[in-house]
């Protein structure tokens, strides 16, 4: 049960890491808020049209009487909705990573030598491309383990009582989970742990992952909270890497800033 506060002291670190650096905080809003825009439009499609979805794929529920009709093509609307959300969580955090990996990967660099004790820290010798590459297929990949869990978090939803009670929960659970790796994986990335070996080790620490994802999947449901707290949601998750690897962090992960290159001293 520590490593729930562990996780979700990496949390806070990392979000008290970029208020710390300004310049990278501004930056790192920028993939975010493109993104933001582009879901946002997608769920308001579905708030419109989600109805008209629901009807069209429930012909069995046409000869049925009022109210039951309306009860049950609204419960699944509602819960067609939710789980769009849910999973615009994990697809959010994939896509904005995609759009901002110069920079995530420069910030989460950055981190890494803040911390080090020698003031080191792991780099890619791989182009961008090939990073960008790697980045897409590795998020595809996690974004449709989080699709099947989706599909029987859905079918689950049915359960009376568990349906409205546990299953919710479960689906943050899940979703911090995967978002976790997602941004622990720019991190992980540069020290050449495939995904396969990242999940494994995930699941090693599942406390330290569920303590670190499930507030932030629970905060990303927010409006526009997910485009603030990318960043220092990048840096917390490299220092969560730096943990699952074992590596020595100074200062419990909170140094003093550095300073940019001109900046006044």
């Not at 609204?74 to 995609?98: E, M, N, R």
């Not at 790796?181 to 540069?190: F, G, H």
Request: one cysteine or more; a negative charge; charged letters at 20%.
């Amino acid at each position: 049960m520590r490593d729930l506060g562990v996780g979700f002291g990496h949390l806070l670190k990392g979000q008290r890491w970029v208020a710390r650096h300004g310049r990278q905080y501004g930056f790192g809003l920028l993939p975010g808020l493109i993104t933001l825009v582009l879901y946002a439009a997608a769920l308001v499609c579905l708030a419109l049209w989600g109805q008209d979805l629901v009807g069209w794929a429930t012909p069995f529920a046409d000869d049925w009487s009022s109210p039951w009709q309306g009860l049950f093509r609204g419960f699944l609307t509602a819960v067609l909705f939710v789980l769009a959300l849910l999973l615009s969580v994990v697809t959010f955090t994939a896509v904005t990573l995609l759009v901002g990996q110069p920079f995530y990967e420069s910030l989460s660099e950055r981190v890494d030598r803040d911390v080090s004790p020698d003031g080191t820290a792991p780099e890619s010798d791989l182009p961008l491309w090939r990073e960008l590459w790697i980045s897409g297929r590795d998020s595809l990949r996690v974004v449709l383990r989080a699709a099947v869990w989706g599909v029987l978090l859905f079918a689950l939803s049915f359960v009376p009582v568990l349906g409205q009670t546990v299953v919710p929960f479960l689906g943050l659970v899940v979703t911090g989970f995967f978002l976790t790796e997602e941004l622990a994986a720019v991190a992980l990335q540069r020290r050449d742990v495939e995904l396969r070996d990242r999940l494994t080790l995930l699941r090693s620490r599942k406390m330290l992952i569920w303590g670190f994802g499930t507030p932030l999947a629970l905060s990303f449901l927010v409006p526009f909270v997910a485009v603030f707290l990318m960043p220092g949601a990048v840096a917390g998750a490299t220092l969560l890497a730096r943990d699952l690897m074992g590596e020595e962090t100074a200062d419990n992960g909170t140094p003093e800033p550095v300073k940019e290159p001109g900046e006044a001293r």
